[in-house]
Structure formats: structure tokens, C-alpha cells
């Protein structure tokens, strides 16, 4: 080798001119992965907030439409227009038809409130109890509640994050309106 000529590899070792390009570019992917993944769980709450909000009008729409006679409950054997009512209802959300109603749903039954203030089913549709007395409060009256439940096909923005890397790939919520 010639004097005033040095190997590639001698070269490399030496000099530090590419050092903080290499620096740079570790750092910034270190970055993008941060943006990518704070982008992709913002997008996964926001779609899982108007999936629950698809629920709420769900089950707001089944009040609505079948409370202003005690002739239609329970809703789900005597109220026409209810499941009409849900769909239209819970496609009325930003996600449009990509958020449906989800299978076995409505659901409705007779409830009474149990002395730790949760919900105790107490008797089938086609006979309504008269008391609350299966709860331990023979004073208490069953209250009609129907329970609406949506789901949504989710796809994460990115491969190469958290939500990725969940295997998430929908978002079911449900919600109870008491009716009568």
C-alpha cells in the first residue's frame, strides 16, 4: 500500500465525519417508533369511545322507541320498530355501517337491584315477577332492562407498534337502559 493511501476499514475506525448522521438516524427511528405507537393508541380509544358511544345510542333508541306504553314491553317481544330503531341508532356514529349490532343482542330481562347496588336477573320475559324478594328486598318491584351490545372490525394504523403487537382486531362494548 502507498503511502498517503489507508484501507477503508482504517478509514472508518478514524474518522468521525458520518458519527452524527448515525446518531441522528438512531435517535429519530427511536422517535418515529414512539409518534407511531401514540398515534396508533389514539386511534384505537377514539374508535373504542364511539363504539360505546354506538351502544349508549343503541340502547337510548330502544327507550325511546318502545317506553311510552307499558302495552310494548317487554320490547323485544312486543315492540315492532326496536331493532329498526338500534341499527339506525348505532350507525349513527362517525364508524357509520362499520359498527353492527353485535350477535344474541338486545337482551332483556326482569332485574332487581341487590343490596350491593348490582343488578340480579329475577324472572323470564314471558312471566314478570311480582317482588324483588330473589334479591332479599320483598319490597323492591322488577324493572325491565335491555342490554344493547355493538361490535367493530379494528385494524391497527401501523404493524410496528403496541397495538400491533395486542393482535386487537375488534371492539365489542355494551350498555343496559332500564325501561321501565
Known amino acids: 500500500m502507498a503511502t498517503g493511501q489507508r484501507s477503508l476499514s482504517h478509514f472508518i475506525r478514524t474518522s468521525s465525519q458520518g458519527t452524527a448522521s448515525i446518531e441522528f438516524a438512531a435517535v429519530a427511528s427511536m422517535l418515529l417508533l414512539g409518534v407511531l405507537n401514540a398515534v396508533d393508541v389514539g386511534f384505537y380509544l377514539y374508535h373504542r369511545m364511539e363504539v360505546e358511544n354506538a351502544a349508549q345510542a343503541g340502547a337510548q333508541a330502544a327507550w ?3 317506553y311510552d306504553s307499558s302495552s ?3 320490547a323485544t317481544m ?5 331493532n329498526a330503531a338500534i341499527t339506525a341508532a348505532i350507525e349513527s356514529t362517525s364508524l357509520g355501517t ?6 344474541g343482542y338486545p337482551t332483556e330481562g326482569y332485574y332487581c ?3 350491593s347496588n348490582g343488578l340480579q336477573t329475577v324472572g323470564s320475559l314471558t312471566s314478570k315477577p311480582t317482588n324483588c324478594s330473589a334479591t332479599g328486598n320483598s319490597n323492591g318491584t322488577p324493572s325491565d332492562y335491555i342490554q344493547v351490545g355493538v361490535t367493530y372490525g379494528y385494524a391497527p394504523l401501523f404493524g410496528v407498534t403496541v397495538m400491533s403487537a395486542l393482535g386487537i382486531n375488534s371492539i365489542t362494548m355494551t350498555s343496559w337502559m332500564r325501561l321501565s
Not at 362499520?98 to 350477535?103: K, N, P
Open 72 to 74: 310494548m314491553l317487554p
Open 64 to 66: 325511546t322507541t318502545c
Open 113 to 115: 337491584v341487590t343490596t
Open 78 to 82: 312486543n315492540c315492532a320498530g326496536l
Open 98 to 103: 362499520s359498527v353492527s349490532l353485535a350477535s
